[in-house]
DNA sequence: TAGATTGTTAATCGATTAACAATC
DNA sequence: TAGATTGTTAATCGATTAACAATC
């Protein structure tokens, strides 16, 4: 940290990973009209323990009150904001094969203000075909949309042999962020963030758990 | 730990979710023909430390042999065990939607062992359907597949509102993991694994990151 | 043998949990 | 006011990193 700059405390990718499933059960909360909650009653419909549901919310600054607790509407819109759910972001996808095709047609994304606006493929038989209202595109035309349409997410639904490439593309086009769904690492520049989601890796844990299990209990 | 019980050290989770990708690498060096690798080149090429990498993989008993590192085919044979890729999986999907039906067509579990036997649906618009050679059989007749062909693993690509009733079914009729697409929070009965992707937390964990380096970057 | 590199112990770091004073 | 519950500090726990003796 240099001398002269104000400190801003990083907020551990631990705890970040842990709001999306706050926000969950506070909008579930809400639904069902309840006011309001405190940490041990939240505590107990998680399965977490009260202290580190405290210690998440007050790396943002007091959402509750003592004695009351925390107003349930409120703390759902101030997770959403932390989240950036209060913005929303232009995405492409790049891969109009199954899995492109499946995420290009799951409509919750919009409700969160991910909104669905182009998706390529450098195979002729699928380009023109129509997802969700939309016609894939050639991969000739990435470059030009990513910059003229404000994009600021790529989902790649690509295999993993051409990913590497497409993400530099993408990054020297302006993305700020990739949703990786191709089996490799991408090493983007600083300022574009990867998330990547590895099918293939969470079934294998999956199949650990399974044969822990059934060797432990001699099954 | 029980008196008189040899103990068995339990492997973190941490360590299991690593192992995938150590498992990635070492296949892509075995293709490329490397024989053998040390912790520190494998850390230089990972991007991790060298002491994990030993650490990690001790935890498994002793895989390496000093002045001259890791056997490459070795050590990516015996992390294929450990994950129980050395065994086969009979999964099935329940939800034959678009995410379902891509992830029957997603051929490269089988490489891995994760059998597809079969997929359902209550939408009688999608039973008899075609997801690769298999047709899409009714809710109906759940319990008596998973109880008849030795399902392993199902596969919930299904809203919320069904998932904890759907999965509860499964449990009765002795599935051993759910690997959990709907976004719920299953609580299974101990001894049935659960893996969620919550495709949603993902996408908006990266949200976060988007807007914390604009944030930070005053843009 | 000398050099390299593991396996393993010790030190550090960070995350979680516990405790309690502040305060609504 | 008394009771409840947060915000926050302190204690604990677990995971990561560093160091080095063992050994190939």
Same mark, same amino acid.
């Given at each position: 940290?240099? @001398?002269?700059?104000?400190? @801003?405390?990083?907020? =551990?990718?631990?705890?970040?990973?842990?709001?999306?499933? /706050?926000?969950?059960?506070?909008?579930?909360?809400?639904?069902?009209?309840?006011?309001?909650?405190? =940490?041990?009653?939240?505590?107990?419909?998680?399965?977490?323990?009260? =202290?580190?549901?405290?210690?998440?919310?007050?790396?943002? !600054? !007091?959402?509750?009150?003592?004695?009351?607790?925390?107003?349930?509407? &409120?703390? &759902?819109?101030?997770?959403?904001?932390?989240?950036?759910?209060?913005?929303?972001?232009?995405?492409?996808?790049?891969?109009?094969? $199954?899995? !492109?095709?499946?995420?290009?047609? &799951?409509?919750?994304?919009?409700?969160?203000?991910?909104?669905?606006?182009?998706?390529?493929?450098?195979?002729?038989?699928?380009?023109?075909?129509? +997802?969700?209202?939309?016609?894939?595109?050639?991969?000739?035309?990435?470059?030009?949309? @990513?910059?003229?349409?404000?994009?600021?997410?790529?989902?790649?639904?690509?295999?993993?042999?051409? *990913?590497?490439?497409?993400?530099?593309?993408?990054?020297?086009?302006?993305?700020?962020?990739?949703? $990786?769904? *191709?089996?490799?690492?991408?090493?983007?520049?600083?300022?574009?963030? +990867?998330?990547?989601?590895?099918?293939?890796?969470?079934?294998?844990?999956?199949? &650990?758990?399974? $044969?822990? /299990?059934?060797?432990?209990?001699?099954?």
């Amino acid at each position: 940290m240099e @001398v002269g700059t104000l400190e @801003v405390k990083e907020i =551990s990718q631990a705890v970040i990973g842990r709001l999306p499933r /706050y926000l969950r059960y506070l909008g579930e909360l809400k639904d069902e009209g309840v006011e309001r909650i405190s =940490s041990q009653e939240l505590s107990e419909l998680m399965q977490v323990t009260a =202290s580190q549901i405290r210690q998440d919310f007050n790396n943002f !600054g !007091g959402f509750g009150q003592q004695g009351y607790g925390y107003n349930v509407e &409120y703390l &759902y819109q101030e997770i959403g904001k932390i989240l950036g759910l209060d913005r929303t972001h232009n995405f492409i996808i790049v891969g109009a094969g $199954n899995l !492109g095709r499946a995420l290009g047609n &799951y409509m919750n994304f919009e409700r969160r203000g991910f909104l669905f606006r182009g998706i390529f493929d450098n195979n002729p038989q699928l380009v023109g075909q129509n +997802v969700r209202g939309i016609q894939v595109m050639p991969m000739e035309q990435l470059e030009d949309f @990513v910059r003229d349409n404000d994009i600021d997410i790529a989902v790649l639904a690509i295999p993993k042999s051409s *990913a590497v490439e497409v993400a530099d593309r993408l990054a020297q086009n302006g993305i700020r962020a990739i949703w $990786n769904f *191709a089996h490799v690492d991408l090493h983007m520049p600083e300022g574009i963030q +990867v998330e990547n989601v590895h099918l293939s890796d969470s079934l294998m844990k999956l199949s &650990y758990n399974i $044969n822990r /299990y059934m060797t432990e209990n001699e099954m």
